[in-house]
């Protein structure tokens, strides 16, 4: 029997759509500058650097139709929308034909960055977790099934601010597919049961402000609701 000085946090989770389990969040991964538009947007060559990968924690995790607090500390707090992919395996150096059979479901989520600390982070080649692994950074949506939905490489993923088209593109977009990004991590991480991967955003990244209502989706995958106060 373990004992501890105090009661451990619970394990993050969520909702499983069609079912009353829940899926528990080991770690968040995030795939950068994944769709060339965006790249641009970003002042960069998507022809020339690669995605490359940070994380959130997974304690960041905000349902679907939660209203959070604007995050502390930034004057400058930006949308972006992306899919996410849940793994049910995981393991070492996997192999891109069997990557896909690692994946559990997928989901719509919100990769919300403090874009002025980010900044300064950039400028003095720190790490950049002050701008992306905040308190409730990482809004994501109930979880698909690939038994329901199998695996969607193209479709049309938004976002609306209080009913404003903001982002606006489509998963075929991608640099980086689903199976290349899962097979690249695992050459640089043990990925495990319970990772997730937000998996990049389109072009059209701004600010959000209290007051706004932030409504997106993934085209067969669903949709994520949010309200900043």
Known sequence: MVSYVFAPPAVPTLPIVGSDDHFPVHRIYCVGRNFADHAVEMGHDPNKEPPFFFQKNPDTLVPHGATIAYPKQSQDVHHEIELVVALKAGGEDIP????????FGY???LDLTRRDLQGEAKKLGRPWEVGKAFEEAAPCSALVPTATIGHPDAGRIFLKINGAVKQDGNL??????VPEMIATLSTLFKLA???LIFAGTPAGV???????????GVEGVGEIRLTVV
Do not use: F, H, T
């Open 96 to 103: 891109l034909e069997r990557a896909l059979d690692c994946v």
């Open 206 to 216: 701004g600010p959000i402000s209290k007051g706004d209502v932030l409504e997106g």
């Open 172 to 177: 075929n977009q991608m640099i980086w597919k």
């Open 193 to 195: 049961p319970g990772d």
């Open 107 to 109: 989901a719509v989520g």
